[in-house]
């Protein structure tokens, strides 16, 4: 493995850590330029304004959010990947679409995937690209 390899490996291990405790200001510096792709419900957040509104309306309902590798790696030229389980607690309220959802007290646990590409010859994230499904996360919650 390449020291840029390894490199890249730490900054998402970092990243992710970082998500966890809430110290935005870190996360974003993970970035070369800040972007999160949802394939779970086809939501894309480009830019450092954008990426901070995705961090609050995420937290909101679920401010304990976490996430536990289960497996990471480096793929590619420019790529890491990671499969592990986001957790979390619905503690806030949960907007979707125009509707809702009052806290629930409900917690959820799902396996997913997240690629991270990098800027060529750095390790410096372009894009995050969590791959999950909203219906297993909403199953758990009883929604």
Same mark, same amino acid.
């Not at 493995?1 to 970082?18: F, G, I, N, P, Y």
């Not at 309220?93 to 917690?107: D, F, M, N, Q, Y």
């Not at 297993?136 to 009883?142: D, S, V």
């Given at each position: +493995? ?32 800040? %972007?999160?792709?949802?394939? &779970? ?15 609050? +309306? ?25 499969? =592990? ?11 979707? &679409? ?9 917690? =959820? ?6 690629? =991270?590409? =990098?800027?060529?010859?750095?390790? %410096? ?10 219906? +297993?996360?909403?199953?758990?919650? &009883?929604?």
């Amino acid at each position: +493995m390449t020291d840029l390899e390894q490199s890249r490996l730490k900054v998402v291990r970092d990243h992710m850590a970082l998500e966890i405790t809430h110290e935005w200001d870190a996360v974003i510096d993970t970035f070369q330029h800040p %972007r999160y792709e949802l394939y &779970g419900n086809g939501t894309i957040f480009d830019g450092e304004e954008a990426v901070r509104k995705y961090f609050a +309306m995420s937290r909101t309902p679920f401010p304990d959010q976490a996430n536990e590798v289960i497996a990471i790696g480096a793929a590619g030229e420019h790529v890491v990947l990671v499969e =592990f389980w986001l957790t979390g607690t619905h503690l806030g309220p949960l907007t979707i &679409g125009e509707r809702v959802i009052e806290p629930t007290g409900k917690a =959820f646990r799902v396996r997913m995937a997240a690629s =991270f590409e =990098f800027a060529p010859g750095t390790d %410096r994230i372009v894009c995050e690209r969590a791959y999950f499904s909203d219906a +297993m996360i909403a199953r758990e919650l &009883g929604l």
